[in-house]
């Protein structure tokens, strides 16, 4: 049996990436906070793979685990290691196909942060919602929910200008990653 605390920080981990995720654009399908054999939650996101290494991608990776550390007042570190580390790695391999340096990692998790606490509001009430039914929103309900939590709040459209401004800042390597990519993938020698 879960403790409500363990359920608690899953639900605003899971919380972070459906509500940031749909945000940026995500198509967000099932959430759930109930535990499988390999994951204590999980959001299930429709991205294409030329997508996975996408700054839309690194920050969507990034919001769970910066949701969870808000929610629950604990240090990055803690919300890593506790159901994040699947979740920091992928943002990590990302951040290396798009050629990040340390510098670059700052600024995604700062721009992450500001994302989170601008959404913060209705990652909350997502959360909520997830604590007081069965701990999962099905895939059909989840983009009428968000549709409605969001609505036109200026937060929203604030977070995305800023999201979009800041993808701006990594589009030439985006392209250029998304390039190799495509000719790892498809191109024979």
């Keep these: 049996m879960r403790s409500a605390s363990d359920r608690r920080s899953t639900a605003y981990h899971e919380a972070g990436h459906a509500v940031v995720g749909h945000a940026l654009s995500i198509r967000i399908g099932r959430v759930t906070i109930n535990p499988t054999a390999s994951f204590r939650g999980h959001t299930a996101a429709r991205v294409y793979e030329s997508e996975l290494f ?64 601008q959404l913060w509001p209705v990652i909350d009430s997502f959360a909520r919602l997830l604590l007081q039914g069965t701990g999962e929103i099905a895939e059909h309900q989840v983009l009428e929910l968000l549709e409605s939590l969001l609505g036109q709040k200026a937060e929203y459209h604030d977070a995305v200008l800023r999201v979009h401004r800041f993808q701006a800042l990594y589009a030439e390597r985006y392209v250029t990653a998304q390039n190799a990519f495509y000719a790892e993938r498809y191109v024979k020698a």
């Design 54 to 117: 996408s700054p839309t991608h690194i920050i969507f990776c990034l919001a769970g685990p910066y949701a969870q550390q808000r929610a629950m007042r604990t240090g990055w570190l803690y919300a890593a290691l506790d159901g994040g580390a699947d979740d920091w790695e992928s943002a990590a391999e990302a951040m290396k196909r798009l050629g990040c340096g340390s510098r670059d990692e700052l600024a995604f998790e700062r721009m992450t942060r500001k994302i989170v606490k």
